[in-house]
């Protein structure tokens, strides 16, 4: 059960009709023939037998619903109506389900419990698709040489001339004639070149032309389940002389380094007649050839033919599996002097009784033409032509068909009756007469097998020993050589090589290569183990990576693993690394050693390649993948033509994702009313924010973008500023819930920031207020909404540097403004909650978010298609006529730098809307997307004023002096304002204008009151303070500041700066924000 190549193999060798009894046997209204005639249940019927099962092919037809196949098809077509052919991608869940039922009967774990990982499933699942392509072909190529067959009076005429096979068997069997006039043209008309040269049949030349491989043969199908899985041909009289028809027999190419263009699924695997091993019988009997086989079918008996004598083990694991189920198992090879075939046919023999069948070898007697061509043959003088020896050979043999021409059922029952146990046959195979040294030779072999028998069985073949060879041989000799033989054994035993770890495990691979290396090196050899250990992972669907940092990732059983061997930051790779090899590479010599090798073998193998987290964008194409992150291991390829489902780390576009500890499983459904999931988004996520309708609208459409942020520069922030209890830290767990299936507030460090910037679609930083603004925040945000790439010091070297990219979307929640943050007001969207604006009457909290994670499906699969609406706009062209509606209609509003992204809200506004509709907006901006930014004018500026740190300190210095010249007045003691002019050196002109000051002076004076209160200075020098003054000039104004610039007596610049009342009484309820400012 370790090779999930059979997997398909193992659940479909269940016999047909008895799943037919079980599932619909009230529906089976006759049975003739080996053939069940079924009421189909998926139409009405007049007669009531349509659906025919065929329990002698193993196969369905239903001529109502025009659909057949093998029993796994049955199954899915009874359960659900559907049958799957040549799908691609991963299977539908019907299949799977008709797949478990199989898996089930066979008492074989569903295929998901068989350890595997999401990729390798899809593997074996492909694996089943395209051998129903490539046995389609090879059935329309068998049925044309059938054909072909039945147009040559003369060809029919020597077939049965040689091997009295009858028309009706010929029929059956579509046994054909390989005349290739005509072929791939018929072909041709269903399939392409690529896909025909899959099924081995043909070679290709210079110019990549086709060219079968079989000429002028008799071609034999292979028929398992209705389906044709491989061909044979044998020479003809038409055949042609020479070298490359010098084969008796030819096989279909088999894929390797010369065809690969050859499918997987052409193999040597398949035994002829394999179909017959799920009918019910005491026996079968195992023979040589195909034309053998057909005659043992045709006279009745259960039989089926390997058509080889060499088998490897899992060739001899299926024949068990085939035949375990038989009381006796019968052995009948050629009898020909070479006994060409008998050393495989006794190895089969030994191999089936030493795990518990019972298995009997039988020879053929000769006839007369036998015993005559063999006396000849001995006669023949040594001038002999070769011909005449050649066919004098031919003569001497005798197989299954040739026993039939003159032969019946009964006297073949009659050979079968004088069979022998292996054991006992390979006794009776040495001529008694042999010389002892010949003699002992040959029975050494058979000594070694009856040392391992029970004392009971070992004195019957003491005795059969004894009688074969007579007194030249005592019973003494023969025991003491087989006690002689027990000990030789044992004493290997000692020696032999042991593992308790399962067959195909990792575990048991490192086991069997320490002890081969160290049997022929003295000790093991951890280069040879450590690339076995990377053949074994690579073979269980590992792919090996590095990025262009050179660092190490192993993608395996569904996940990217790093392939850092640090167990305080790489626990995963280490864990999993353990689990299959069991060697703890940081804790012992060993290991370390191992590790060494292995990485630098994964090295040198990998490809480079560069894994992502959640999101890779095409911009060339428009597209952007968007990884699932569930069990499938899926992801989720939108282009502007449609959506598709790849699969992680196994793609034609060579992406591979790194799996996301944080994002909940998405499934992607390819049904999804766009419509509905809108009336799910506004029930659960629209009517639930705190906020105006028109700012709801901002809120959605920010978030439904998240998959299209690398088609901006700007990626905006997304504020939420409101009173306690407002409902602004609610809003921020319903988008969250939406995209990670789970609540996700935040309060990380700058590093984790960063981290988790690169990893997940969103960051939701809840509670920030300035006293929280660092500068290092501040940059990180500056970082997320421009896409700015940070580079640092590699941790642990001098030289060596990391780049840190922000790749996700930004939302925080706060009461207060991010005063002192003008650099990041006009990159900011800002909605502001109250909860007045709340339209529904009562919240549930949890039961909310619990319904976002349950329509979370069909929420994101409505934003995917609407991605790939927005996506085809971009393509056409939509995203710079949108750039010039915001730019004609909307001009220098305050959130221009944000322009690329809106535009691209805006477009996810109009995909929702209709053709008429889209159109008009197209060339219009839309009155809710004016009200949105008129919105965010208003609130910007009110924003950019407070957070202005000019018009804060210019109005808090005028204020003090106020307060000196009221404490003058009206104090017990008088100099404050005195003293005020010696701390600030700044000139006035009554009680609130500032003249002729120069940048110097107000950077002094704006100093000398951050000290004196506590708070941290505003402007690192006074050329800063003077571009500033220059860049916010507007903003200043609109405080209520007027600013008259000029020169004083030197030439330098100064200007005169006369405060409004207002904005002084104003600052009365800001001035206690100045504990923001502090260190």
Partial sequence: MNNPKEYYSLITNIDIGDVARELIGERITDESGGVLYVDCPRHASIHHRSLNIDTKKQNWYCFGCTVGGDVLQLVEFIQSGVVTKNASGRMPDTHRAARDYLARKANIPPLSQWNLSPEQIVETEARRSEEEL???????????????????????????????????????????????????????????????????????????????????????????????????????????????????????????????????????RYFYNEDALIAKSEFVVITEGVTDCISLMEHGFTAF???????????????????????????????????????????TAHYLESRGLKVLVSSLPMGKKQTEARTKLDELPPDTPKEVADQLRLDTKIDVNEYFLDHSADDFLAVLATAKTPIHYAIASIPPDMPDDERNNMLYPVMRRLAALKPIDLDRYVDIIQTHFGKRLSKKTIQDTIAAVRREEKSKERKKFHSDAPEGSCR?????????????????????????????????????????????????????????????????????????????????????????????????????????????????????????????????KITPDGISIIHNGINDDNLVFHHSPTMRPVEYLPDVNIDAAEQLFKLLIFDNLACPPEERVLITTWISCFLLLDFAGTRP????????HSGKSTASKLISALIFGAENLENPTIAANYTEGAKQPLIVIDNIELKNATDEFVQFLLTAVTG?????????????????????????????????????????LLVDFDIACSTVRYFLDSETLQRIMDARNIMLSAIFKKTQMILRLLRDGGHPVIMKLFADELGQHPKRRCNDFLSLMYLMLLVGMNEADMKKYMGTVHPVFKTILGGQQRLSEAQEIEANPFVLF????????????????????????????????????????????????????????????????????????????????????????????????????????SVSPSLISAIDSRVQTNVDFEE
């Fill in 134 to 268: 490539v046995f389609g072909i090879l059935k329309d190529i068998a049925e044309f040489y059938h054909k072909k067959f039945l147009d040559r009076a003369d060809v029919q005429d020597a077939f049965r001339k040689q091997y009295e096979i009858s028309d009706e068997t010929i029929k059956t069997l579509q046994i054909g004639f390989s005349d290739n006039d005509g072929l791939q043209k018929f072909l041709k008309e269903k399939y392409q070149p690529s896909e025909i040269a899959k099924t081995g049949c043909f070679n290709f030349d210079y110019q990549e032309n086709l060219l079968p491989v079989f000429k002028q043969r008799y071609v034999f199908p292979y028929w398992k389940q209705g389906r044709v899985v491989y061909l044979i041909a044998r020479q003809s009289p038409w055949t042609e002389k020479g070298e490359y028809e010098r084969a008796k027999y030819k096989k279909l190419q088999l894929p390797n380094d010369q065809h690969k263009y050859v499918s997987t699924c052409v193999n040597n």
């Fill in 305 to 347: 033919s390997p058509v080889t004598n060499k088998f490897s083990d899992s060739d001899l694991e299926k024949l068990f599996n085939l035949t375990r189920r038989y009381d006796r198992i019968y052995i009948c090879q050629d009898n020909e002097p070479s006994e060409a075939g008998f050393k495989g046919a006794m190895k």
């Fill in 508 to 636: 048991r691979l490192i086991d069997q290569m320490l002890f081969d290396t160290t049997e022929e090196e003295g000790k093991p050899n951890w280069n040879t183990i450590s690339e076995g250990v990377y053949r074994w992972f690579k073979n269980n669907g590992a792919i090996f990576f590095h990025d262009t940092e050179q660092n190490r990732y192993v993608y395996f059983e569904g996940r990217v693993f790093s392939m850092k061997p640090d167990k305080n930051t790489n626990p995963a790779y280490l864990s999993m690394l353990y689990k299959h090899t069991q060697i703890p590479i940081t804790t012992s010599p060993t290991g370390r050693v191992f590790h060494e090798c292995f990485d630098s073998i994964a090295y040198n193998d990998g490809d480079m390649k560069e894994p992502h987290y959640w999101l890779y964008t095409d911009r060339a194409c428009h597209t952007v993948f968007f990884n699932l992150n569930n069990a499938e291991n899926e992801i989720v």
């Fill in 717 to 724: 922030l997304l504020r939420f500023e409101g009173a306690t």
């Fill in 788 to 828: 700015i790439v940070r580079t640092k010091r590699r941790q642990g070297t001098d030289t060596d540097t990391v780049r840190e990219s922000v790749r996700c979307l930004i939302n925080t929640s706060g009461i207060e403004p991010l005063a002192g943050l003008s650099e990041l007001t006009t990159r900011t």
């Fill in 954 to 1057: 210019v109005s808090l210095i005028v204020k003090e002096r106020l307060l000196a010249i009221a404490a003058d007045d009206n104090g017990p003691s008088t100099g404050y304002l005195e003293r005020f002019k010696q701390s600030y050196g700044l000139s006035f002109s009554g009680d609130y204008t500032i003249v002729d000051a120069q940048a110097r002076d107000l950077f002094s004076a704006f100093n000398t009151y951050a000290r004196s209160k506590g708070m941290k200075p505003p402007y690192m020098s006074a050329a800063q303070l003077s571009k500033r003054l220059r860049n916010d000039l507007g903003t200043i104004e609109k405080a209520g500041i007027e600013v008259k610039q000029g020169k004083n007596r030197k030439s330098f610049l100064t200007v005169t700066l």
